[in-house]
């Protein structure tokens, strides 16, 4: 009887060894598994996060690359082709980011809307220069300011278009996102600097003529043959010159830095004009 008993307290202790064994196989299996889902999560909270930053970059550096292109150059053929060829290179750029194993799908799908927008901007850069290039051809002297107000008009409306087609889904998809991951993504609209200690010195104005801005109030209009002279003042964003000949003229700054200046007359149906600082 007591050898039984001795024998059934050996399996007891057996199979108590052998339940602790598989409980601490299974408590610290838990512990790993859970680690390395933290570890996983983290990693996927860090690429989603640098992803966004990343095309936040390339619209913001996309917006400087413009502007320095519109400048470079008088001629729209050449303006049109590195616009095109910009556009083709940021959205190459993005389609690499997509890349990135670990970022979600919905990041994905925000680069894809991104990359759709850089795509349809293509046909409108390339038909608004070729229409310039026609009306300029057609009166290269006096160009028709009516076509060209069309045209213009019919770009910015398209473009505005394109910019916020898809702002809706996008923020949508990084409002889920951030649910997700715990993060903080938002979507970065990308508008126009306006820096007023920028406006002295000279502007070169639609490649037709030059006004120069004296930090001393003074301002000159340069024609080919003909300079003409007077003053200038701002209040916030109103720009007043008042010119010796008598004309008094009142502009809206649209966007001021160190390479643009882009005013609109306050004039009803006026149209934006386009300045670049002459180096």
Known sequence: MGEKKQKENVWKTILIGVVVSLLGFFII?????????SKNFKAKKEANEKAWADVNDYLQNAQKKFENIACFSCDYEKMKNELIRELDQDGNSLRNLKE?????QKIKTVIDRTI???????????????SLSVILKDNPE???????????Q??????ERLDTADNAEIDRLLSEINKEYKLNLTRIEVKP??????????????????IEFNTD???SVIFD????NGKWSRTNDRLTVTLDNGENIQYYILQLNETVLRLQQNETGSFPIGACRER
Request: hydrophobic share 30%; aromatic share 12%; glycine share 6%.
């Open 225 to 228: 043959s003909e300079t003409i």
């Open 29 to 37: 299996q838990f512990i790993t598994d859970k680690k390395n889902n």
């Open 217 to 219: 109030g003074k301002v």
């Open 116 to 130: 759709g927008r850089m795509e349809g901007l293509k046909p409108v850069f390339k038909n608004f220069f070729d």
């Open 142 to 152: 006096n160009p028709d300011v009516a076509r060209t107000t069309k045209i213009s």
């Open 193 to 210: 600097e306006i820096n007023f200690n920028q406006l002295p010195g000279k502007w070169n104005v639609e490649c037709k003529f030059k």
């Open 100 to 104: 990135e194993s670990l970022i979600d």
């Open 154 to 159: 019919d770009f910015f409306s398209t473009k």
